[in-house]
């Protein structure tokens, strides 16, 4: 392509917050949604002709001492998926979040719209980004408006959530820079020239003990932003005390790229590491499964729940990426996809009704689907799409995990479909709690307070597009899965591994 399609992508919603960075008032909101429709289109549009056989990639010299390239693409089944899931949930969050920031005295809403976008921006150029130095650079910069939505609205302790993200997210970034780093040695040593290309660090020779410690460098780091068991503590305290649209754009999108990275970098660029390391990740994947689970059991704020299921789904994709198949990467890859919708609709309907109580405790709702029968209702799909329901996209993506894991791990697989019926039971125990039963005085009197019980409008509007986005992939997947699938595909052959034959059927020689 001759026009950068790609950089303009990227820039186009940092342009939209520069200009809401210089604007206030009313317009600030709408001119902050047209910027966000607008790359939705433009991202959409990419898509659509990526799917004609259209090739979209960019490479230009950057910084020639260091041999880094400003390179995007070109965009495969997986980046593209991972574009799709940021243009799409943005302008959501955006007319989901439309009148929720306001009250804060500190912040103005146009300082949300912006830092939102700022947010696309970067995470955008992190999934496109071909170049290792370049994807750096982006992974560590998303951090920035992340913490200043965390620490800048939200609750009272929310400045300790931020903090405890930005450390987190600085420590695995220091990692990985030790990794990148060494990987420009290497390649100067072979090549006789440093190169930080994605297309030529593959070529080299990375295996071996170097190999492993260069690999460590770069899973550690995605591990902290997915995130994984032991390193996701810093996960339910930012869903706690952050706001549910910076929390659904946080675990919607921001951690995809721990999942992503794991797929892109880790398998591509150290195949012989990432096999001798997959039995320790799968079983780390297990436990995450397990323990997200069972920790969502148990919580009694409504948006560390939602967290701890994340965990847990986070533990899924893992398991699919690191099981070395074509059906569970695929899988793994159309997850990172379901997930965030059906979670982006559990973090939104928990704020709307989190705004009306007045508090986060599933004890204190009770009998809402009297007062709120459709906000209870979405709260139920939501959950229900979170327990891969058959008929949701969740559903898909979860058996293609656990089909594609058996053929290598069957106990693994066979264990993990516990956190199935976990999930169906911290999902069902959560509405049971909250929306059945009468009605209690206090969410009688908070839910009348404002004069709008149930959703208005707008509200409706926001969650709308995420439940046809579920329904749709989930009775029908396949654009999708043949879409990601070629990309899946090229990543096994990187990794030289093949589908593990199936079984003789009784009878047969």
Known sequence: MSFPWLTLLGLLPMLGAAVLMMIKGAHAKAVGMVFSIATLVLGVAIAVLSGTGMRFAEQLPWIKAFGAYWSLGPVDGI??????????????????????VDADDRWNSHVFFALVLSLESLS????????????YLFFEAT??????????????RRGYAAIKFLLFGLA?????????????????????????????????????????????????????????????????????????????LMVGILDKIGTFGMIRFCLELFPEASRWASPVIIALALISIIYGALAAVGQKDLY???????????????????????????????YMFNHAFSTAVLFLVAGYLVRRRGSQQIAAFGGVQKVAPVLAGLFLMGGLSSAALPGMSSFVSEFMVIAGSFARHPIVAGISTVAMVLSALYILLTYQRMMTGPVTDQVARSFDAD?????????????????????????????????????????????????????LAKGQN
């Open 124 to 135: 955008l150029f992190v999934f496109l980004a071909t170049d290792v130095l370049l994807f």
């Open 79 to 100: 980046s593209l998926t991972m574009v799709l899931l940021t243009v799409i949930l943005t302008p959501i969050v955006l007319l989901a979040s439309w009148d929720t």
């Open 304 to 334: 560390r729940l939602i967290a701890f299921t994340s965990i847990s789904h986070f533990g899924f994709i893992v398991l699919g990426i690191f099981s070395f198949t074509t059906v569970s990467m695929s899988g793994a890859t159309f």
């Open 172 to 248: 695995g970034g220091l990692v990985m820079l030790a990794s990148v780093i060494g990987l420009s040695a290497i390649s100067s040593e072979q090549r006789g020239a440093p190169t930080y290309l994605l297309s030529e660090l593959t070529q080299l020779d990375l295996g071996g003990n170097v190999g492993r410690w260069l690999f460590l460098g770069f899973f550690i780091a995605f591990a902290l932003k997915a995130p994984m068991v032991p390193f996701h503590t810093w996960l339910p305290d930012a869903a706690e005390q952050g706001t549910p649209g910076g929390s659904t």
């Open 143 to 156: 951090l920035i408006p992340m913490y200043f939505l965390l620490g800048g609205f939200g609750q009272a």
């Open 451 to 503: 004069g709008r019980s149930d959703l208005d409008g707008r509200e409706k509007l926001a969650i709308a597009p995420l439940l046809l986005i579920i329904l749709a992939f989930g009775l029908f997947p396949k654009p999708m899965l043949d879409t990601i699938q070629p990309a899946v595909q090229n990543t096994m052959q990187i990794v030289g591994e093949a589908d593990p034959a199936a079984p």
